[in-house]
């Protein structure tokens, strides 16, 4: 498996990862408020151009994202049938080597799955809502690292 920039061919294999792994995640995670076509438009048009996309890439097969924006993680998704080989977590450790100064992001208060990953890897819980988010479901930030660390 190796790391790297997503090109704007991935695009179709990024969007239909992000679909199978929303899809997968819920009941925990609250389900799209986008419909499938949107949610290939989006990547197409916007995300993979216009953001820093990376993807874990196994001999042509993209097992999972990394949408980094400024000091944001804006997408992180693994395949689902492929969480817990320590994918996400390579990219994780990729998207500290590229932001050192710190990263930030927001997950579902509700995913506890993705809280716990978080929290392993040193990020702290600094805000809690009550669903200021397109999907109107209750959300955490994160923070990396943590202040005093």
């Not at 924006?69 to 990729?94: F, K, M, N, P, S």
């Not at 669903?131 to 109107?136: H, I, M, S």
Request: hydrophobic share 40%; net charge negative.
């Amino acid at each position: 498996m190796r790391i790297r920039r997503a090109e704007q061919g991935d695009a179709p294999d990024v969007a239909e990862l992000l679909l199978r792994a929303r899809r997968a995640a819920v009941p925990a995670i609250p389900p799209l408020v986008h419909d499938d076509d949107g949610v290939r438009t989006w990547v197409a048009t916007r995300l993979v151009p216009a953001g820093e996309v990376w993807v874990a890439d196994d001999g042509g097969c993209i097992l999972a994202v990394l949408a980094l924006e400024d000091g944001w993680v804006e997408q992180l998704y693994v395949e689902a049938t492929r969480t817990g080989e320590g994918i996400g977590t390579a990219l994780l450790e990729h998207a500290k080597q590229q932001r050192p100064a710190g990263l930030e992001l927001w997950t579902f208060q509700s995913n506890t799955g993705a809280r716990r990953f978080y929290e392993r890897h040193g990020f702290e819980a600094v805000a809690f809502t009550d669903g200021v988010n397109e999907e109107g479901a209750p959300d955490v930030r994160y923070r990396w690292p943590t202040v005093g660390a």
